[in-house]
């Protein structure tokens, strides 16, 4: 198992090397430039800026030296925000977009897991067709719907909620309930479906039978043996999600004016800002390899069968 985990995690690099080649050449390929603006710029300048970030250089050399720079941890300075560097910039923002992001899958995971195995346990009663119902909506609606909609009704019409804002406002925690509610919505469905499904699945298992045969409660064949097997594709699920959930937090956090990475990666890509854009692009993937890998070595603790060599 070591031995897998050690291979597994040298894989990584190669995987993470070529998500940032694949990047850095066509975001410098793409037509315009970070320096590009309405008014002309005078030649002799522009030259004096390019020569000053080094993009005057061949582009072979600039994507050696950001390779170097990478390499000893500095993501490069920002061309629009001059002020900060691309490590600042990310690593203030990324934070709150991590908070954001695990506190809506813990609610996801929460009422998915629940309202899909009560669907299971209840199939085709009352309790199935809402929870199924519900699980609907959740992957029809988009975010963009629901987070208006939760606001005008907690915040506008019953005045329950603060509209806006972020946790060191006067509002404090409060302000976290309604985007963490509208972020994990289309996870609570997706969750909810596949645990569903795989309770299903795994009910009609002939062990599952012989637990009955014995005599075992109910509630002891459910969470001792059903459970534990039906959470596996909903493991696998995780890991992209997680991922997903931070990167897809863009249009919630631009709705209820979150401080997190997604405003910095919208902006960044109207404003050219290559090293902006590329951090952005580098964090994401790291999170979703890392947690690709977390529910590998996972997956193995939750099911016997599966071992690696």
Partial sequence: ??????????????????????????????????????????????????AKYHLDEPLIQQFGRYLFDIVRGDLGPSYKYQDHDV????????????????????IALTFGISFGTMSAIKQNSFVD?????????????PLFVIGPVLMYIFAMRLNWLPTAGWITGE???????????????PYFA???????????????????????????????IIVKHVLKGALLPVVSYLGPAFAGIITGSVVVEKIFRVPGLGQFFVQSSFN??????????????????????VVDIVYSFLDPRISYK
């Fill in 1 to 50: 198992m070591s031995k897998y985990i050690i291979r597994r995690f040298i894989g990584l690099i190669p995987t993470l090397f070529i998500i940032i080649t694949i990047s850095f050449f066509i975001i410098r390929l793409a037509p315009g430039g970070p320096f590009d603006t309405e008014r002309a710029v005078p030649e002799q300048i522009l030259r004096n800026i390019e």
């Fill in 87 to 106: 490590n600042f910039l990310i690593f203030q923002s990324l934070p709150n977009s991590m908070l954001l992001g695990a506190i809506s899958l813990a």
């Fill in 129 to 141: 067709y809402f929870a199924m119902s519900l699980a609907v909506f959740g992957i029809s609606i």
């Fill in 171 to 185: 509002y404090g925690w409060l302000t976290m309930i309604m985007p963490a509610l509208t972020l994990s919505f």
């Fill in 190 to 220: 997706n969750i909810a479906r596949l645990t569903r499904a795989s309770m299903l699945e795994t009910l009609r298992s002939d062990y599952v039978r012989t637990a009955k045969a014995k005599g075992l409660k109910n509630s002891v």
């Fill in 272 to 293: 050219r800002d290559y090293t902006l854009i590329m951090g952005v692009v580098i964090v994401y993937s790291v999170i979703l390899i890392v947690m690709n890998f």
